[in-house]
């Protein structure tokens, strides 16, 4: 069975502070996406990496590849009650089967 | 619309009820997925649809769950005899190539078994 280990499950910090989350597995993966999801709406695609060792930025989120294509991680620079959400990554093989990870709560308090 | 659609966005049914959710992917896109999330969890894949190619069913739970879609265009999801557990939020996704990865969601239908 592949998957896709996110965390922490659960993140509450102040506004203002930095956050890493973390996406691992033993798979290598064509790309992997992060999607940010807020109550009752939909995921809503972030980013997608495709080569190993990309860093992708998005304004204050750093998105990066590990080499390997087995893990990636999202860095959240001072964060803002905006940035408050489900956030979600998802590894695909080059076919439409994607693996999911559990998702990361964060909540950013003012 | 621009965006997927789908309906109802709340549904409450009672136990043994068959309740019928519907998605209207984005126009053009020929991959389709349906995925269910429990409260507070990550998404379950039930069914993907690409084209008039054969549907991989796997992710479906059981066989009250069916799901039909013809061509490109609307699909419905159906639970049978709902229970309890079938409780959750039912996610559609399209996209125009899925081996991208790159999924466009509807806002998703809240499903309550009383």
């Known amino acids: 069975t592949q998957l896709l280990e996110q965390s922490p499950q659960f993140l509450s910090i102040q506004e203002g502070e930095n956050l890493t989350v973390y996406c691992n597995s033993s798979s290598v993966f064509s790309s992997l996406q992060w999607y940010r999801q807020e109550p009752g709406e939909g995921p809503v695609l972030l980013v997608t990496?495709?080569?190993g060792g990309e860093v992708k930025k998005l304004k204050r989120l750093t998105f990066q590849f590990g080499d390997a294509r087995k893990d990636s991680s999202l860095h959240i620079t001072a964060a803002q009650p905006g940035d408050t959400g489900l956030y979600l990554c998802?590894?695909?093989?080059?076919?439409?089967?994607?693996?999911w990870g559990a998702g990361t709560k964060l909540i950013i308090k003012p | 619309g621009a965006g997927v659609s789908q309906s109802p966005s709340n549904k409450v049914t009672e136990k043994g009820k068959d309740v019928e959710l519907r998605c209207d992917p984005i126009?053009?896109?020929?991959?389709l997925y349906w995925y269910r999330q429990r409260l507070g969890q990550g998404l379950e894949f039930l069914i993907y649809f690409q084209g008039n190619s054969a549907p991989d069913k796997s992710g479906l739970p059981s066989d009250r769950f069916s799901a039909e879609r013809t061509g490109e265009s609307v699909s419905t999801l159906t639970i049978q005899r709902t229970q309890q557990e079938d409780s959750a939020v039912y996610l559609c996704?399209?996209?125009?190539?899925?081996?991208?990865?790159?999924?466009?969601f509807g806002e998703g239908s809240r499903l309550t078994v009383l």
């Open positions: 996704a399209s996209s125009p190539n899925a081996w991208t990865g790159e999924l466009f």
């Open positions: 998802a590894g695909a093989h080059s076919n439409y089967q994607l693996i």
């Open positions: 126009s053009g896109h020929t991959a």
């Open positions: 990496v495709v080569t």
